[in-house]
């Protein structure tokens, strides 16, 4: 049986709703709130038990905690807080409210994607094979990108009494397989994704990697890429989805393994440092890092398999002590997203299986996915979110914990 069971929560609904949520999301059975302290994007949430506002636009890339100066003087540039919450320390808010209510929180920080960032900043975005920045992904291996990573990371450790540092978009996540004007597929959306700035470039060197020539290879199978006629690619579609092409790409392609593995390895050389960091300011802050299934697409508008967005649940383990493996997913997906992700993990570090409560999900349908993530062995369960489910639904996963225990 799961061991723990968590719920994230949103600054606004601290806002509008103030500590009692927290205890709200006790009553249920919730023994972790994570916060979000950050988002990447502008999302619209649809909460439709908040009296106030039942439809709120995220603010992107503006933090709800209070930064400390201190930590970012090297930096030379500091997260950018809230506007709409100017008043709230909505992470102070909820370390105070832990005690009363009975709970651990956690701190919900993606880290190499912010819209706003990217935009201001795009020296410290991926740079694609084109020359191009994106608007939205950073380079984890920007010096001074993986330095405002750190910093902010200390600064909420240090100042704040969390349980987790739940750490968000490590993987530079791959290109959405729709541009505007029609479908990528898998094999360019692959290649797209990879950074090649020049401090790649320099680290990919000291991992032994021939930087000149792979970057050379990689821009003619991009380029290859757009010798398919357009309306071919867009006209099978479906077909064209999560890792289709690519193990013929790798098999035949010993410079893109390279690349992937490199990748992977800068993410789990991050994690290792910020590990390192949790472990030197409380020894029980734990960290855990958000992954999508390991199979199956993820499940917003990037769609590669995970492994195409640097993610190995394997080697990822080894510099965390925990996963959340976010499967949004039904019970059969549920089921066999855990338990491919448990023998990956080889007990190294704990999984939780982050589940939704949005969307189609019932009061009918919360049981049967939470009972599947249990019985293929997740060692928690964490619901998302607690501001976007309605209030049947709640009641059901209220119920569902009460039964399990």
């Known amino acids: 049986m799961a061991r723990e069971f968590g719920m994230w929560v949103w600054p606004v609904t601290l806002a509008d709703e103030g500590p009692a949520a927290l205890s709200k999301m006790r009553e249920l059975g919730i023994g972790v709130a994570s916060l979000n302290v950050v988002i990447y994007a502008p999302y619209r949430l649809i909460m439709p038990r908040n009296a106030k506002r039942p439809i709120y636009n995220v603010e992107e890339g503006r933090v709800s905690y209070r930064p400390q100066p201190s930590f970012y003087r090297e930096v030379g540039f500091e997260p950018e807080r809230t506007r709409d919450f100017a008043e709230l320390d909505a992470l102070q808010v909820a370390c105070e409210a832990k005690k009363k209510a009975g709970m651990k929180i956690g701190g919900w920080i993606p880290v190499f994607a912010n819209g706003r960032l990217a935009k201001e900043r795009p020296e410290l975005a991926i740079e694609n094979i084109f020359g191009c920045r994106e608007r939205l992904f950073l380079c984890l291996n920007n010096p001074r990108m993986r330095a405002f990573a750190h910093a902010s990371l200390e600064d909420i450790a240090t100042n704040y009494e969390i349980d987790y540092l739940e750490i968000d978009k490590i993987p530079q996540t791959c290109v959405e397989e729709m541009g505007l004007f029609g479908r990528l597929e898998p094999v360019l959306r692959t290649i797209a994704s990879m950074c090649f700035c020049e401090h790649c470039g320099e680290r ?167 009972k599947a993530a249990d019985e293929a062995g997740a060692d928690g369960i964490w619901f998302f979110s607690y501001d976007l489910a309605e209030r049947e639904v709640l009641d059901a996963v209220g119920r569902f914990i009460a039964e399990a225990r």
């Open 204 to 370: 990919a060197k000291g991992f032994g990697i021939d930087w000149e020539a792979a970057k050379a290879r990689a821009k003619v199978l991009a380029m290859e890429c757009f010798t398919t006629p357009r309306h071919v690619v867009n006209r099978l579609g479906g077909d064209l989805r999560g890792d289709t092409g690519i193990p013929l790409l790798l098999v035949d392609e010993p410079l893109m393994v390279d690349l992937l593995r490199f990748r992977i390895r800068s993410n789990v050389e991050f994690l290792h440092e910020v590990r390192r960091m949790a472990r030197s300011k409380r020894p029980e802050l734990k960290v855990l890092v958000d992954l999508v299934p390991p199979v199956k697409i993820g499940h917003d508008a990037a769609a590669p398999r995970s492994w195409l967005a640097a993610q190995s649940y394997q080697q990822l383990s080894e510099a965390v002590d925990g996963i959340n493996n976010c499967v949004h997913w039904g019970p059969e997906e549920v089921w066999y997203e855990i338990d491919q992700a448990k023998k990956m993990i080889g007990g190294k570090c704990s999984l939780n299986a982050g589940l939704k409560l949005y969307g189609d999900v019932s009061p009918g349908s919360v049981g049967s996915i939470a």
